[in-house]
Every structure is written in C-alpha cells, then in structure tokens.
C-alpha cells in the first residue's frame, strides 16, 4: 500500500510486524532477554541498538512501540523507556555536558524541576536558566554563546501555558542550540512538536498513549542521529529499558489514541466551559477556552483538541477545599493523568512550587484531568461536590 494512511488507520497497523509462527494477530510479548547471533556472516551492531542480541539493548515489543510512535509523530526514530522520568533524564544528560547551558520552563513537571534546579548544576556542572517559556522574548534574552538545549513543556504542567514553539525553535537553532519539547499534556495527536520545530519530543507514555493506568513508560522521538546517541548511552549503558511486556501494554493502548484524545478534548472542552460560567470557581485555564492567555497560540499548534488537562481553583478556604475534594463521587483524588477515568490532585497554598506559578495560581489550585465519563455526569459530580462545599 503506497498511499499515506490517516492517523486511525496508523495507530491500528503502524508498527506491527505479524510474523508469528502460528498466525498471531495481535503481536505476541517477547519475553527474552538475550536472542540469538548470527553465524551465518550476518553483520551484528555490537552497541545493541540496531540488532536483537540483549534485551537491555533492544527488544522486539519495543520495536513495534516505536516504529507505531513513528507513524503517528512524523518522527525518523525513537527510543522508549521505563518511565517518563527515565526518558527526560535521557535526553538531558546526553545532549548537556559539564560548562554547557540549558533553558528550562519554569513551570513544569516536578522532576523535571528538580533534575534542572538541583542534579544538573550541582553534580554535572550544567548552567541552566528557569523561566517562563511563554515569553518568547524572555526566552529570546537568555540565549549564551554555551546555550546547547532549550526545553520547554507545551502544554505546561501544570498550567496549561502554551510556548510558541515554531518561534523558540528558531531561537534554538540561531544559537546552535536543540529544542526538546515535553509534550505529555496534549498527547501524541493534539500536538506535533516536530512540525513546529523542535529536534526531539517527549512524552511520559504512562498518561495518554497508554492511557489505562495500568504501566510505566517514557518516550524521546525526533532524528535518527539525536536517537542513536541517547539509545547508546541511557539504554544500553544507563539501562532505562522499557520492558517487552510495558512495551506490549503501551502499544496496544497507543491503537486507540486518536478516539481518546477526541472524547478527552470534547469532555474537557464541556466541563471548563461550565467551570468558566459556575459562579463558585475562581479561575480556570484550559487551552480551548478563549479566556486562555495563549489561546490563539493553542488553535495554531493543538489542531482544534486541546486535550484533557484543566486547572481551576475554587473559592474558600483550605477547609472548603478539602471538603470539595471529599465530595466528589466520580472524580478520583489521584496524581496521575490521562486515565480512562476522571483524575484531580489539589495544590494547596503552601505547596514549594507555586511561586513559580503565574500569580493567579499562588493560592492554590487544582490539576484536572478529564477522563473518558460523559462530561455530563462529570460536571454533575462538580456541581454537587461545590454545593456540599457550601460555594453553590
């Protein structure tokens, strides 16, 4: 078949290799951990990466994984790992080297936070400069002649903003520099880093490309070139392998990810309008509101999905929060996100992280992740979880 299939069809057929002996469809879990060299004069990639011979190396269930993830991204290559953490800890510690300099969103996900502000500086000798990536300009002022990575979160965990990223790679690569973009907010399909720019995307396969709650896994996509070094050095000789069983469960979960990322958009689009409109509620952000400060960034880089995630706030003190939050029926208080079900996680006031939140934030909020539920029993569980909280 030559001619280019649509994202469904991909997400269903890209990847699988169908040469079990008896016939399976579905592909079977390899579950070895060496294989079988060649005798026969067959050259062998000793590094691992380019030829089956230990699983910490390469395996066949990870393969598939990644030439699906491929498919789907527009990306040459990919490596995937067994978490989310271990894929972002990949890239920063292959592409940065001691004297180089990296900027960073400020806002983003605690460990990357932590990698950036605590290990990177202090044991490898990184520089690094926090900031907000959604002032261009700002990111623009703080490019040095030893900026070697720009990395920003798009959208940002766990506000929402949106970086222009067509823009910062530009700025990236005027300077020399490579743009990583974490893109595990929107998914794999309501965002394509790539096409706007950036040289490798990331995500924590845990959220939406599983999608099940059920394993761990992360992902680093972009140019063969980048791939090969950050395989050869953080899974062959780090050992952030994925496992074939993982990677077994994230690819059958990866098939469906276009229908979910539609109803997750469509659910979260229908619950922050009505959050928008409930007099109880303080703020909220989500990319698909026109109330969004980046909502016109959004419609250019999100391809009309905006994916699942919100952050709200709503009025009252830390106790009327917390009986919000023992109120809810449906809405599961975890930290997670992009689950089948409806997730939410609250940052009180005295969380060490919002200070570097935009202000609104700065008295607490919550992460809301909209599952797969009718939005209608969704903003039904809202209402009377406000209402036993006395703000309805």
Request: glycine share 8%.
């Amino acid at each position: 078949m030559n001619r280019i299939l649509h994202t469904k069809t991909l997400a269903v057929h890209a990847g699988s290799r169908k040469d079990d002996a008896f016939g399976a469809i579905n592909e079977p879990i390899y579950m070895t951990s060496n294989y079988r060299i060649p005798t026969d004069g067959t050259p062998v990639d000793w590094s691992g990466i380019h030829s089956n011979i230990y699983c910490r190396n390469r395996n066949v269930n990870q393969m598939v994984l990644q030439d699906k993830l491929c498919a789907l991204t527009g990306a040459e290559d990919g490596a995937v790992f067994a978490s989310g953490v271990a894929a972002l800890a990949a890239v920063f510690t292959t592409m940065l080297n001691s004297g180089d300099h990296a900027i960073v969103s400020e806002v983003c996900y605690s460990a990357t936070n932590l990698l950036f502000r605590e290990y990177l500086p202090k044991k490898y000798g990184v520089e690094v400069t926090l900031l907000d990536t959604t002032d261009t300009e700002a990111v623009r002022s703080a490019v040095r002649p030893n900026t070697r990575l720009i990395h920003v979160e798009t959208p940002g965990n766990p506000t929402t903003g949106i970086s222009d990223l067509d823009k910062i790679a530009g700025i990236a690569h005027a300077a020399g520099a490579i743009l990583s973009v974490d893109a595990t907010f929107a998914g794999p399909i309501c965002i394509y880093p790539l096409k706007h720019g950036a040289d490798l995307e990331i995500h924590s396969m845990t959220k939406y490309i599983n999608g099940h709650g059920d394993c761990l896994g992360g992902c680093v996509l972009g140019k063969t070139e980048l791939i090969d070094q950050i395989k050869e050095l953080a899974m062959v000789n780090y050992g952030g392998i994925l496992s074939p069983f993982n990677a077994w469960l994230v690819a059958r979960g990866l098939t469906t990810v276009p229908l979910r990322m539609r109803q997750h958009s469509a659910g979260a689009l229908a619950v922050a309008r009505y959050l928008e409109e409930c007099p109880g509620v303080r703020f909220v952000w989500y990319p698909g509101l026109e109330s969004h400060p980046q909502h016109d960034r959004a419609v250019r880089l999100m391809n009309g999905q905006y994916s699942g995630m919100i952050s709200f706030d709503i009025k009252g003190d830390e106790k009327v929060h917390q009986k919000f939050l023992d109120s809810l029926r449906l809405v599961t208080h975890a930290v997670s996100l992009g689950d089948v079900e409806s997730l939410i996680v609250y940052y009180d006031k005295n969380s060490d992280k919002l200070p570097h939140y935009p202000k609104i934030y700065q008295e607490g909020f919550f992460r809301f992740s909209i599952g797969l539920e009718d939005s209608e029993d969704i903003i039904e569980d809202l209402r009377q979880a406000m209402s036993a909280c006395g703000i309805l």
